[in-house]
């Protein structure tokens, strides 16, 4: 998936993860979720992600190429156990980032890809249904996606 389909995907489960009753008291974790939908994507030195940390992305590619083990649980624990650390202790926020990482894998596994739900075990899981940067993605998933963002904003006024 294009990077905005990660990032609208992780915005949505920041705000369906949080039950703030207001808009504003949303924003935080939505905006967190929706950056830690980009982070599987470090693998990726063409991401969106990859590219603002070229160095970086391109040694994770090397080391562990793309869609492996940062399209994992795993790896989304990781990034839960990174937000808490850095938020000193902020479970909510921890959790936003997690359910944006896990949106993440979820838009990739209706790629014909798929993604190594349980590495390090062997196997990827997903459904053939739309090609990155397809005319589906972008005419179809991507408002979609928008509209469920703009559902879970509305709810919050």
């Known amino acids: 998936m294009l990077w905005r389909t990660h990032f609208l995907t992780g915005v949505v489960a920041g ?56 399209h994992s649980l795993v790896a989304s624990a990781g990034a839960f156990l990174l937000v808490l650390a850095l938020t000193r202790g902020d479970a909510a926020l921890a959790a936003a980032a997690a359910a944006g990482y896990v949106s993440h894998l979820v838009a990739d596994s209706l790629n014909p890809q798929g993604v190594p739900w349980l590495w390090p075990w062997a196997g990827r899981f ?16 991507v408002p979609l996606v928008l509209l469920l963002v703009a559902w879970e904003a509305l709810k919050r006024f």
């Open 126 to 141: 997903g459904l053939p249904l739309v090609q990155t940067g397809s005319l589906l993605e972008k005419l179809a998933v």
């Open 15 to 70: 705000l369906a993860l949080n039950g703030a009753p207001d808009l504003k008291s949303s924003l935080l974790p939505a905006a967190v979720a929706g950056a830690a939908a980009l982070l599987p994507d470090l693998d990726d030195p063409r991401s969106r992600l990859g590219r603002l940390i070229a160095p970086a992305s391109w040694v994770v590619k090397v080391a562990v190429g793309h869609r492996g083990p940062l």
